[in-house]
């Protein structure tokens, strides 16, 4: 059974930062990625990695703030969020899938997602 579990979010100043974890267990997997949704707002896929990091993917507004990484050995990825600002205020979710496009945000497994919230 393929699971999905994230940790890491919480609430943080802005300026600060926070990390996200996501636990996969069941599988590996090729390219896991990093969605967000704010209340009354759509989805926004925030981040992808390949398995190997050798093709990456970020949404515009998070370049040069955010890094995704993976730890293969604990089949982990991780997104470290620096100078938060209140925009990125979201339920952040976690996404897994076997192909290896990563500007694609089609995903077939997903977390049960982790609220951040960064106050002004």
């Known amino acids: 059974q393929v699971q999905l579990v994230e940790s890491g979010g919480g609430l943080v100043q802005a300026g600060g930062s926070l990390r996200l974890s996501c636990a996969a267990s069941g599988r590996t997997f090729s390219t896991m990625g990093w969605f967000r949704q704010a209340p009354g707002k759509e989805r926004e896929y925030v981040a992808a990695s390949s398995r190997s990091a050798g093709s990456i993917y970020y949404l515009d507004s998070v370049k040069g703030r955010f890094t995704i990484s993976r730890d293969n050995a604990k089949n982990t990825v991780y997104l470290q969020m620096n100078s938060l600002k209140p925009e990125d205020t979201a339920v952040y979710y976690c996404?897994?899938?076997?192909?290896?496009?990563?500007?694609?945000?089609?995903?077939?497994?997903w977390g049960q997602g982790t609220q951040v919230t960064v106050s002004s």
């Open positions: 996404a897994a899938k076997s192909d290896y496009v990563v500007s694609t945000p089609t995903y077939d497994y």
